[in-house]
């Protein structure tokens, strides 16, 4: 059940000063779950850089807020650095547990794909930690994502082997019309983006997630 109909909350695009809350909400999910293989909680500093990479890219980082602070987050990152994956996003997604269930998941993915989906990127990859995570992966059913495998006990956390279950859905045509590959959107024009990143933030990986 939830009481997600009553509970307010809004989303907003993420800004510097949500660093603190957003290194808060992901410390808890990497100290107790196993949705993410990350085993040190990373400090803010840490997601502010992520932050950063990401929206370097012009991708999607945004925040739910509720009782004046940030309760959750999302973010769309590219799935892979190799040029040829460059339509395909991989979403990141975590909610301070005290607030789960309350819509807040829903409502940040289903805001993910729309943004994702009108900057023209083609599929989002979604890369769960645990098959037993069951929040996650029927979060993710429920947004339109199939599951394309599992990968077994490729993670050992908290003392145990941990799968990786992948799931994915297309964005806009999917698969079904060429991408429209206009300058800014070819190959070289996607290496001379990252290449740019880099030099002007030499600590920052693109790919924020790991
Ligand atoms: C997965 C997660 C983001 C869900 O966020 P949430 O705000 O609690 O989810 P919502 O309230 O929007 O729920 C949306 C739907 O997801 C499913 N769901 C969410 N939590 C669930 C749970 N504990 N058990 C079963 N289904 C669940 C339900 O289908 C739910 O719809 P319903 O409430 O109408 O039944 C949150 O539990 C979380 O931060 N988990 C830990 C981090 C993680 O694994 N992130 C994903 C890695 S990329």
Known sequence: ?????????????????????????Y?????????????VPPPAEEMRRRREAVLALGLPFMVA???????????????RMRSAYRF????????????????????????????CSALGYRQMVAVIGDSANTASIRLHETAGFAPIGVQ????????????????????GAGAATLPKVAADESEEAFEAKLKKIAKAKPQSS???KE
């Open 1 to 25: 059940m939830s009481d997600a109909a009553s509970f307010r909350f809004m989303l907003c695009d993420s800004a510097p000063g949500d660093d603190e809350n957003i290194a808060a909400i």
């Open 27 to 39: 410390a808890h999910h990497v100290r107790v779950g196993l949705g993410t293989f990350k085993e």
């Open 65 to 79: 807020v509720a009782v004046g602070r940030v309760v959750g987050y999302a973010y769309a990152a590219l799935y």
């Open 88 to 115: 395909t996003v991989e979403d990141s997604i975590y909610i301070a547990p005290d607030f789960a269930r309350r819509g807040i998941g829903r409502a940040l993915l289903t805001r993910l794909i729309e943004r």
């Open 152 to 171: 077994p006990a490729v993670g050992f956390k908290h003392g145990r082997w941990v799968d990786c279950v992948l799931m994915q859905r297309t964005l």
């Open 206 to 208: 693109p790919k924020a």
